[in-house]
């Protein structure tokens, strides 16, 4: 398994200004993920964060709007740019630790936008 | 592709009666199935997962899920219903061909009558 912790773990914005979300695991991983969990919804995977290279971006989001850094094998931010009403969610991130193909999940950043 | 559908957004049962969560997949390759529980304002927890081995997986806190080809289905049950397993249940499947991606349902709310 793995510990992680997020930062901030919630937090309200105005709109059109944007928020940039910390991802920390206790130990190395390869893999990290971020999700979009809106409200009353399940999980939407948002990008895949490698160490090395660029993320992928799923279908529907783009790294203009979700620019995502992975400067080593413990750590990820997300940006949430340019923030509108809709872009309110949790935001959650996870890792996988190569032991069966299961995540482990961060505690989530619950962002509200105004 | 893979996609996984669960049968009914919220589940009521009493206290100390039996918790049956449904969950149905669709997938091209031989799946990893999981479930995850969701307590209220936290991230996501693993309960347990399928990963090609026995078709009977246990879990954490008494509940257990069963993988059965024939029908697509990995329903989550636990004989006697707590007070503290109400919270939102995900089933999740990825494929094993290292993609590493989960694919989410929609989720059971399960609310424990006292």
């Known amino acids: 398994s793995a510990v992680i912790s997020q930062k901030p773990s919630r937090d309200i914005c105005q709109r059109g200004t944007s928020l940039t979300i910390q991802c920390q695991v206790d130990?190395?991983?390869?893999?990290m993920f971020w999700y979009r969990q809106q409200p009353g919804q399940s999980l939407t995977l948002i990008a895949t964060?490698?160490?090395?290279?660029?993320?992928?971006?799923e279908s529907g989001f783009v790294i203009d709007k979700f620019p995502i850094s992975r400067p080593n094998l413990t750590f990820s931010t997300l940006t949430v740019s340019n923030m509108s009403p809709e872009d309110s969610s949790i935001y959650l991130c996870s890792v996988e630790t190569g032991q069966g193909g299961e995540q482990y999940f961060g505690p989530g950043t619950r962002l509200t936008v105004t | 592709a893979q996609s996984v559908t669960q049968l009914g957004s919220h589940v009521s049962v009493s206290e100390g009666a039996l918790v049956l969560l449904r969950c149905n997949y669709s997938s091209s390759v031989p799946p990893y199935l999981f479930w995850y529980v969701q307590y209220p304002n936290q991230g996501l927890q693993l309960l347990l997962k399928?990963?090609?081995?026995?078709?009977l997986v246990k879990g954490i806190n008494g509940f257990e899920a069963e993988f059965k080809k024939s029908e697509t289905s990995f329903h989550l049950t636990k004989p006697s219903a707590h007070m503290s397993d109400a919270a939102e249940y995900f089933c999740a499947v990825s494929d094993q061909t290292g993609a590493n991606n989960l694919f989410f349902g929609t989720g059971t709310r399960l609310t424990v009558i006292p």
């Open positions: 964060a490698n160490q090395g290279s660029e993320a992928t971006y």
């Open positions: 399928y990963t090609s081995a026995a078709t």
């Open positions: 130990s190395q991983v390869t893999m």
